[in-house]
């Protein structure tokens, strides 16, 4: 059983950064796909950022050019790093891990593991 303990959410002013942090147990997490997704209020989850075994990212377009996602196999962790926060970043942001070899795009995954998400609120 794998636990994804989500850090680094609060409120920013439209403009600020933050860095989310996602905390993985188990032995095996350089194998892990991982993905981060967000949940604004009525909205559905929608993946926003994802990282390979051999760290090739990929980004939803909304946040190309100011999100920036990596991994440190040593500390079992995924980062989010968030800049140009925009009000409409609010939302709950999740992390999530993929332990299987499926080549299907971010989206499209099965992921086995979530974490319990932190919240993030822009102001404007």
């Known amino acids: 059983q794998v636990q994804l303990i989500e850090s680094g959410g609060g409120l920013v002013q439209a403009g600020g950064s933050l860095r989310l942090s996602c905390a993985a147990s188990?032995?095996?997490?350089?194998?892990?796909?991982m993905g981060w997704f967000r949940q604004a209020p009525g909205k559905e989850r929608v993946i926003v950022a994802a990282?390979?075994?051999?760290?090739?990212?990929t980004y939803a377009d909304s946040v190309k050019g100011r999100f920036t996602i990596s991994r440190d196999n040593a500390k079992n962790t995924v980062y989010l790093q968030m800049n140009n926060l925009k009000p409409e970043d609010t939302a709950v942001y999740f992390c999530?891990?993929?332990?299987?070899?499926?080549?299907?795009?971010?989206?499209?995954?099965?992921?086995?593991?979530w974490g319990q998400g932190t919240q993030v609120t822009v102001s404007s």
């Open positions: 999530a891990a993929d332990p299987s070899r499926s080549l299907q795009a971010p989206a499209m995954r099965r992921y086995d593991y």
């Open positions: 990282i390979s075994r051999s760290s090739i990212s």
């Open positions: 188990g032995r095996t997490f350089s194998s892990y796909f």
